[in-house]
T-cell receptor, first 108, second 117 residues
Framework: SQQGEEDPQALSIQEGENATMNCSYK?????LQWYRQNSGRGLVHLIL?????REKHSGRLRVTLDTSKKSSSLLITASRAADTASYFCATARVKLVFGAGTILRVKS | GAGVSQSPRYKVAKRGQDVALRCDPISGHVSLFWYQQALGQGPEFLTY????????KSGLPSDRFFAERPEGSVSTLKIQRTQQEDSAVYLC???????????????FGNGTRLTVT
């Protein structure tokens, strides 16, 4: 069973627009991580945010974490066609547990 | 250096056959994980090794699934008497940290797509 749930399940935007994906989870965590998966490939780690952090940036990525609401969001700014992929949040406690993912399509 | 390597990339098995999936983790990585990913879903945890010790196999769906990492490097996931519901992508990941020390990312291979006919 999966701990996290991403919202929306699918998102289609134009190149240059921002993309926001949300993740909700159920139990307390040590940290939360976001991964990207291109079609037919393995997952690639994007960013990790610790449970005592509220916001983190990495290039065009911005992640927020609200432990009181047990939710996180991933913002990709100025999206590019190459950002087209599935995005997964993963919560870390005893083991890393993944959500079902958001499919992002960026149209050029 | 080289990333996590998995072989074969694709495997077609007839129902009832045994299969063996191989994972070559990043050299020196202590932790190795196997995940199962069904179409359109996120990866589901199967089992975890710290060096050669299998510390967690709580995600293995049945006793037909068996994993080993005898020398603490290469790992093999074996599925006996395959069934159609075993069709999925099997992902291997490695990390330099021990489980519970999730301050470093998992490095994933590209997976083995298993189709049971």
């Amino acid at each position: 069973s999966q701990q996290g749930e991403e919202d929306p399940q699918a998102l289609s935007i134009q190149e240059g627009e921002n993309a926001t994906m949300n993740c909700s989870y159920k139990t307390s965590i040590n940290n939360l991580q976001w991964y990207r998966q291109n079609s037919g490939r393995g997952l690639v780690h994007l960013i990790l945010i610790r449970s005592n952090e509220r916001e983190k940036h990495s290039g065009r990525l911005r992640v927020t974490l609200d432990t009181s609401k047990k939710s996180s969001s991933l913002l990709i700014t100025a999206s590019r066609a190459a950002d087209t992929a599935s995005y997964f949040c993963a919560t870390a406690r005893v083991k890393l547990v993944f959500g079902a993912g958001t499919i992002l399509r960026v149209k050029s | 250096g080289a990333g996590v390597s998995q072989s074969p990339r694709y495997k077609v098995a007839k129902r009832g056959q045994d299969v063996a999936l191989r994972c070559d983790p990043i050299s020196g990585h202590v932790s190795l994980f196997w995940y199962q990913q069904a179409l359109g879903q996120g990866p589901e945890f199967l089992t975890y090794f710290q060096n050669e010790a299998q510390l967690d196999k709580s995600g293995l769906p049945s006793d037909r699934f068996f994993a080993e990492r005898p020398e603490g490097s290469v790992s093999t996931l074996k599925i006996q008497r395959t069934q159609q519901e075993d069709s999925a992508v099997y992902l291997c990941a490695s990390s330099s940290r021990r489980q519970g020390e999730y301050n470093s990312p998992l490095h994933f291979g590209n997976g083995t797509r298993l189709t049971v006919t």
